[in-house]
């Protein structure tokens, strides 16, 4: 089984920052890609942001210059850095991995149980 176990959450003023981790665990052979969807109340989970093994990075509209997704491949750890935060960004944020737990095994994608980020205005 593979899990994931997210940190990072929290309350903060507007235009202040916060940074998210999340450490994946268990048998895994790679993981591509590794991000962050969210989801708040009332609407649908959206992707906020997904790196690839090989770094490269996806961003939704709403987060470009704002958020910064990296990566520890040894570590199998993603962390999103959230700068400029917004009320807006308030939501629980839900980390997901895409792993392939052997050479030539399909992939599989595992999520965290989520961390609260709240942004208040």
């Known amino acids: 089984q593979v899990q994931l176990v997210e940190s990072g959450g929290g309350l903060v003023q507007t235009g202040g920052s916060l940074r998210l981790s999340c450490a994946a665990s268990?048998?895994?052979?790679?993981?591509?890609?590794m991000g962050w969807y969210r989801q708040s109340p009332g609407k649908e989970r959206e992707l906020v942001a997904n790196?690839?093994?090989?770094?490269?990075?996806n961003y939704a509209d709403s987060v470009k210059g704002r958020f910064t997704i990296t990566r520890d491949n040894a570590k199998n750890t993603v962390y999103l850095q959230m700068n400029s935060l917004k009320p807006e960004d308030t939501a629980v944020y839900y980390c997901?991995?895409?792993?392939?737990?052997?050479?030539?095994?399909?992939?599989?994608?595992?999520w965290g149980q989520g961390t609260q980020v709240t942004v208040s205005s």
């Open positions: 790196i690839g093994s090989g770094g490269s990075t």
């Open positions: 268990g048998i895994i052979f790679s993981i591509n890609p």
């Open positions: 997901y991995a895409n792993v392939r737990r052997s050479l030539g095994a399909l992939s599989n994608t595992y």
